[in-house]
């Protein structure tokens, strides 16, 4: 009952953080969209070894987090809550993995902690570009500039009753699990049986919400069609935004700042 | 299991983004024509209902773990396939946003392992030729497990397969699909058992819900039957065209050509029979150390014969300014941090 | 203004699954009239709303909004002048935010841009929700939604209003001021409830309902004031009228209410 709790306070706390007006949050949605998604084919499309190409995106971020006002310590908990999976698969590297890649002096490190440090360094990225992104444009904002660019609108319809009716459905999620703890004085779990009529009970009641919902929409008019259209500005800042970060990210992609940094040191000294 | 975008490589990734696109385009065509404008909501509403089941654990007595509903199963059938489709996809795209469940790559990914393949291969194929519309606990129960099962062996065995063609785990194949496949084997059994007593729960219930004649809820109806057939042809094709496609895009490009090499030489691994586990295992382990890749590629760039011998070890001096210059680089980003944040607080005190 | 008229004959309704809903309901409400549907738990109050405008068709008796009975063709018009507020506002919110929400029904209707607009702004400052505009609806108190699922109605400007339990789950100054809103309405109101001092404040006119069957029709004072009646129909007199329990005073409201009772 703890994690369904923390769950709903997670997704309202995101959202919470969406509705802060920064300029980063005024930004048309789509322009974050767009360069979220090229930040995250840039980062994946590095080789496995090229750590250090990878280093320079960081930037990203970090820029997004402290401009967007974004709180980074909640942002990398929830960042290592998803982290197993890839730290599993990871982690095989660098015991499959033994050839030797890199000499420092004595000291060798092989292919395989490379590639297991660039799997994590992936993760980190990725996933906190998708959390940021969130973060700054919220559910409803990704929808629209969803359906701005051409998906379908019965999914986007979806996604935002589901996004909708997430926050009555755990709500009452909680509450009927919440009414059963209180009466079970021996504090084992969820047995399967009380689990499972849990389940059909919260079921059923969606259903039946389903159906009223739809009357209220049938009352209001509703022919099929939902009106999700909300004005939105690709203007100048848009374009901005989205070009200076796909310069920068070609950039870093292209080529390999930190060594050619190193090697300038290396030159001058 | 979610994949993950670490996992992934961007043509692997892209593949299956593509391959998603056209089955939700498909199935909202399908759902606005064929079914009734009533399933919208329902289907978001349902969807939000998987989303909080799925925060519900029960204990699995004697074991000390716990286990919960997926899903997809449920979903085909309380809407059917193409409804089912849809709504198992939003709920996966609200987890790859909100809880970081996979990454935004890997999206494509997940929504085939997880929807395409109960939706479309078990629910018509396996579940309802058992089924048969015999509502009855026995035939629900022995249906919804099974089917279960199939999915999630299914959608782990295309986890392990993604994760392989994306070449960034070294995990060898065989490996990691004996990982997978014995643990989504339990995940199956618990998965068809949970959908199979939601279901009989409804069905006693309310039995009205699962009569496809009377209900709102109904699944595709025999004309219905042939066009799974055409979404998974299509669903075939499109991934072949858009795989193809984008490795030799990827080809035309030296990094590309060398993931496809990579590809193939997987490839040869995977056809060669295995004579003993041992041998076969440091066969293995040398072909992925010797996994041509991008590499820690420093200076110029390098031909593809690389790729056939053992990876030239970098001279320590470019390692050396690799790692100081990565050091400052990050630095460097901290740095412009700093400044941006100053210049913040600056602004709104 | 006869369009105005809601009738009912020999409504009855079953459920598919046995249950009867209401049973043999005969009424007859005209122009800006204001009546309380009251009964316990149960009863029958909302199957009888959701037949107002076409959410359950009668198995058998038929209902007439303005002159002509309901049926398959007019359900469009009908829904258009027959405003319903739910009961649960969580099942009407369903957009993400406050504005799109109350701009659903006219966008529905048709409506150009600037009107939407104005109506959205004109819904939302009757019910004193201007403020929440750009809210989503999750993000709202008890209160807030319920005046928002009130706006969405008012958006399409019905000519009769619908309510469901307008005061349940309401703190009691949301509560006083949901009814003050309800007295200002000039439209023809019919509100399901069981909170009878908001039925006795807002409603000149009270049916009762007990077990699908229609068991008083009349003026609210009188119909409350007959306390074997209530009794029978599982509802126990509004407090406001009511002996006070300290100071064993009758309340004044009491006093003249009981002169005009009728004898029976
Ligand atoms: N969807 C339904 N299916 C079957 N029976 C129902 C349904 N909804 C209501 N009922 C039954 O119809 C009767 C009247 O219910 P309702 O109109 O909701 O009462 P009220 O609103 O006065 O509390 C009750 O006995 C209730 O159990
Ligand atoms: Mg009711």
């Known amino acids: ?269 | 299991m979610h994949m993950a975008d670490a996992l992934l490589s961007p043509a692997v990734g892209g593949t299956m983004w593509a391959a998603t696109a056209g089955l939700i385009v498909y199935c909202s065509k399908k759902v606005r024509e064929d079914l009734d404008e009533k399933k919208i909501p329902l289907m978001g509403v349902i969807g939000a209902f998987i989303f909080a089941a799925q925060m519900i654990n029960f204990t699995i007595p004697a074991t000390g773990s716990s286990g919960h509903l997926g899903g997809a199963m449920i979903l085909a059938i309380l809407l059917g396939p193409y409804a089912a489709f849809l709504t198992m996809a939003s709920v996966l795209t609200v987890q790859a946003l909100f809880f970081a469940d996979g990454g935004l790559l890997a999206l494509g990914c997940n929504i085939v392992n997880m929807g395409f393949f109960p939706c479309f291969i078990c629910y018509p194929l396996i579940y309802k030729t058992i089924v048969k519309g015999r509502l009855t606990p026995k035939w629900i129960t022995t249906g919804a497990i099974i089917s279960a099962i199939i999915g999630l062996q299914l959608g782990a065995f295309s986890v392990v397969l993604e994760t392989f063609f994306s070449g960034i785990s070294a995990l060898p194949f065989s490996h990691f699909l004996l990982l997978m496949q014995p643990i989504h084997l339990a995940i199956g059994i618990v998965e068809g058992l949970t959908t199979a007593a939601v279901v009989i729960f409804i069905w006693k219930s309310r039995p009205e819900i699962l009569q496809p004649s009377i209900s709102v809820v109904q699944g595709p109806g025999p004309d219905q039957e042939y066009s799974i057939k055409k979404v998974f042809i299509g669903f075939a094709a499109a991934a072949i065209i858009v795989g193809c496609g984008l490795s030799w895009f990827a080809s035309a490009h030296p990094d590309g050509l060398e993931w496809a090499i990579s590809k193939t030489t997987g490839m040869e691994e995977l056809g060669a029979p295995q004579k003993n586990l041992y041998s076969s295992l440091t066969a293995i382990q040398e072909k992925t150390a010797f996994l041509p890749d991008y590499g820690f590629k420093t200076t110029k760039e390098n031909p593809i014969t690389d790729t056939k011998k053992a990876w030239p070890a970098v001279d320590s001096g470019t390692s050396v300014s690799g790692l100081v210059g990565g050091l400052l680089t990050l630095c460097l980003a901290i740095f412009i941090g700093f400044i941006i944040k100053r210049k913040k607080t600056g602004q709104t005190a | 203004m006869s369009h105005h008229i809601v009738q009912a004959d020999n409504l009855n309704y079953t459920y598919p699954d046995g249950t009867i809903g209401i049973n043999n309901i005969s009424f007859k409400i005209t122009h800006g009239e204001s009546v309380a549907l009251v009964g316990a738990n149960g009863a029958g109050k909302s199957t009888l709303l959701l037949h107002l405008n076409g959410c359950l068709i009668s198995t058998q008796g038929e209902i007439s909004i303005g002159d002509y009975p309901l049926n398959k063709k007019n359900i469009k018009a009908v829904r258009r002048s027959v405003g319903m507020v739910f009961q649960n506002p969580d099942d009407q919110l369903f957009m993400p935010t406050v504005f799109d929400d109350v701009a659903f029904g006219p966008i529905n209707l048709g409506l150009p841009e600037n009107q939407v607009e104005q109506r959205v702004t004109h819904a939302l400052e009757t019910v004193g929700a201007t403020h929440l505009i750009n809210r989503p609806p999750y993000k709202l108190s008890g209160g807030e939604k319920r005046a928002v699922a009130i706006a969405t109605i008012l958006a399409c400007s019905p000519d009769i209003l619908v309510m469901d339990e307008p005061s349940s789950n309401l703190d009691p100054l949301s509560r006083r001021r949901l009814i003050k809103l309800l007295k200002s309405f000039e439209h023809t109101k019919i509100i399901a409830t069981h909170d009878l001092d908001m039925a006795l404040d807002v409603c000149q006119r009270t049916i009762v309902l007990h077990k699908g069957k229609i068991t008083a029709d009349g003026p609210t004072i009188s119909i409350f004031n007959d306390e074997e009646l209530l009794a029978r129909s599982g509802l126990e007199k509004p407090l406001g009228m009511q002996e006070c329990p300290i100071c064993k005073k009758n309340n004044p409201k009491n006093q003249i209410l009981f002169y005009n009772k009728k004898p029976r």
Not at chain 1, 24 to 38: E, F, G, S, V, Y
Not at chain 1, 71 to 89: D, G, Q, R, S, T
Not at chain 1, 253 to 260: A, F, H
Request: aromatic share 12%.
């Open chain 1, 1 to 269: 009952m703890n994690t369904i709790e923390k769950n709903l306070f997670d997704i309202r706390y995101m959202d919470t953080l969406a509705s802060k007006n920064t300029s980063l949050h005024r930004l048309d949605p789509r322009a974050k969209l767009i360069t979220t998604l090229m930040f995250i084919a840039m980062v994946v499309s590095l080789g496995k070894y090229e750590i250090s190409r990878m280093i320079p995106f960081i930037i990203y971020p970090m820029v997004m987090i402290i401009s967007a006002e974004l709180p980074f310590l909640y942002l990398l908990k929830k960042m290592i809550l998803v982290a197993p999976f890839a730290i599993l698969i990871g982690i095989f590297n660098p015991l499959m993995d033994t050839t030797p890649l890199v000499h420092l002096g004595s000291v060798s490190i092989t292919g395989g902690w490379i590639s297991f440090f660039s799997i994590m360094m992936r993760f980190s990225l990725t996933v906190s570009a998708a959390l940021i992104l969130i973060s700054m444009t919220g559910f409803n904002g990704v929808c629209m500039a969803l359906e701005k660019m051409g998906v379908p609108q019965p999914f986007v319809v979806q996604l935002m009753f589901l996004y909708r009716y997430l926050f009555v459905l755990i709500e009452e999620g909680a509450k009927m699990l919440r009414a059963r703890s209180l009466r079970s004085f021996d504090s084992k779990g969820l047995g399967f049986k009380y689990f499972i009529s849990l389940l059909g009970q919260l079921l059923l009641q969606t259903l039946d919400r389903a159906q009223r919902i739809h009357l209220a929409m049938c009352c209001r008019g509703f022919d099929g069609h939902i009106p999700i259209n909300r004005p939105m500005k690709f203007g100048y800042k848009e374009i901005r935004f989205v070009l200076i970060w796909s310069f920068i990210f070609i950039l870093t992609r292209s080529y390999n700042l930190p060594v050619k940094i190193g090697e300038i040191i290396a030159g001058i000294l």
